[in-house]
């Protein structure tokens, strides 16, 4: 999948989008980060809907729902709310897990955080 572009403007969205698309890159060996990769970029089209306005912003917004449409077919047909919900709540736990190690180590940098 080619990384989406996306403009200064919607930069608020966009570790929302490289994290999906970081997920996107190693979802074959772990099929529970297509979860995390669709509510990621579910969550950034969200904000971009609201703040969107030129048509570099709007492509971006475009391109995210057409991600988006695809995954979340067969993400619902095969995950409950619930089930998602543990999902991307166990990813966010070893994520922060993870930092706070680093961190007590006094191995913690600006990408730890």
């Known amino acids: ?35 995390v990769a669709y509510y990621c970029r579910n969550y950034a089209a ?20 057409a991600q988006i449409q695809p995954c979340g077919e067969s ?4 995950f409950t709310k619930v089930e998602s919900y543990k999902i991307c709540r166990h990813f966010a736990d070893s994520k922060f897990s993870k930092a706070d190690a680093e961190d007590r180590l006094g191995h913690a940098d600006k990408n730890v955080a």
């Open 1 to 35: 999948m080619i990384p989406i572009t996306v403009p200064q403007s919607l930069s608020k969205i966009t570790p929302f989008v490289r994290r999906a698309e970081e997920l996107d890159r190693i979802r074959l060996h772990h099929p529970e980060c297509r979860v």
């Open 46 to 65: 969200g904000i971009a809907f609201t703040i969107a306005t030129t048509d570099d912003e709007m492509e971006c917004l475009d391109k995210i729902l």
């Open 75 to 78: 993400i619902t047909g095969v």
